[in-house]
């Protein structure tokens, strides 16, 4: 099976089964010579199976956000649209806001990314810099739309950039304090053992690098009231 169809599956959260995602692949569904064809073809898919209520949230990064699962049963009542593609760098998400962030009319907008940014030799002053852009492009179609950065975690895996994911995470908080609707969401300080070093207990022991379901529990703990926050005030 294509991994399109097995990702569109996965999309729907099994409102459309493996054989149904499979049987509407069609080839306008996939650029192949485009990074991330597979992944963005399937979100479109998933766009015309079942297109998202404008006012949810958007989760959108590299494989962080792929890699969470029951996203959506980790914040109930919300309208949870998960759009991350593995390896990518904030410019990658730049690029592709267009298609897999705006069209939704978000209220929030949740993003990791710079992780694969550092680890690919990009500087912390490029990190911000993309992110800047990132919410540019957003903000220029969306000015009301709220978002917020997840700070680059530290891992075993990339325990020699943790200088670098520091100073990238500094320059991005200096960036977003006081602005109105710009959220950063420090993951990088509780995820450090008093050592000063990354925890292993919230780490996939497979790769020291992405989160286990004990990561994924914190993160939704740091996450939640900034979700909650972005609830419209009822009369």
Same mark, same amino acid.
């Given at each position: 099976?294509?991994?399109?169809?097995?990702?569109?599956?996965? =999309?729907?959260?099994?409102?459309?089964?493996?054989?149904?995602?499979? $049987? *509407? /692949?069609?080839?306008?569904? *996939?650029?192949?010579?485009?990074?991330?064809?597979?992944?963005?073809?399937?979100?479109?898919?998933?766009?015309?199976? /079942?297109?998202?209520?404008?006012?949810?949230?958007?989760?959108?990064? $590299? !494989? !962080?956000?792929?890699?969470?699962?029951?996203?959506?049963?980790?914040?109930?009542?919300? &309208?949870?649209?998960?759009?991350?593609?593995?390896? $990518?760098? =904030?410019?990658? @998400?730049?690029?592709?806001?267009? *298609?897999?962030?705006?069209?939704?009319?978000?209220? +929030?907008?949740? =993003?990791?990314?710079?992780? &694969?940014?550092?680890? &690919?030799?990009?500087? %912390?002053?490029? @990190?911000?810099?993309?992110?800047?852009?990132?919410?540019?492009?957003?903000?220029? $179609?969306?000015?009301?739309?709220?978002?917020?950065?997840? !700070?680059?975690? %530290?891992?075993?895996?990339?325990?020699? +950039? +943790?200088?670098?994911?520091?100073?990238?995470?500094?320059?991005?908080?200096?960036?977003?304090?006081?602005?109105?609707?710009?959220?950063?969401?420090?993951?990088?300080?509780?995820? =450090?053992?008093?050592?000063?070093?990354?925890?292993?207990?919230?780490?996939?022991?497979?790769?020291?690098? /992405?989160? &286990?379901? *004990?990561?994924?529990? +914190?993160?939704? /703990?740091? @996450?939640?009231?900034?979700?909650?926050?972005?609830?419209?005030?009822?009369?």
């Amino acid at each position: 099976m294509k991994r399109t169809a097995l990702l569109v599956a996965l =999309l729907l959260g099994g409102a459309t089964t493996l054989a149904q995602a499979q $049987s *509407t /692949h069609s080839a306008a569904d *996939t650029v192949d010579d485009e990074p991330w064809a597979s992944d963005i073809a399937a979100f479109r898919k998933a766009d015309r199976l /079942h297109f998202p209520k404008p006012g949810g949230i958007v989760f959108v990064g $590299s !494989s !962080s956000i792929v890699y969470w699962p029951h996203l959506a049963q980790d914040f109930p009542g919300e &309208n949870v649209i998960q759009r991350g593609f593995g390896g $990518s760098e =904030l410019g990658d @998400v730049v690029y592709r806001a267009p *298609t897999i962030v705006i069209p939704y009319k978000p209220r +929030l907008v949740v =993003l990791y990314a710079g992780d &694969n940014d550092i680890a &690919n030799g990009r500087t %912390p002053e490029e @990190v911000l810099t993309q992110f800047q852009r990132f919410v540019k492009v957003v903000r220029d $179609s969306l000015p009301k739309t709220r978002i917020a950065f997840i !700070s680059i975690k %530290p891992s075993w895996a990339r325990v020699a +950039l +943790l200088d670098k994911m520091r100073a990238a995470n500094d320059l991005v908080k200096k960036y977003i304090d006081g602005k109105p609707g710009l959220t950063y969401i420090d993951v990088f300080t509780p995820m =450090l053992s008093p050592a000063g070093q990354p925890r292993m207990a919230l780490l996939d022991p497979t790769d020291s690098l /992405h989160l &286990n379901a *004990t990561g994924y529990k +914190l993160w939704r /703990h740091l @996450v939640m009231p900034v979700v909650r926050a972005s609830r419209p005030v009822k009369p």
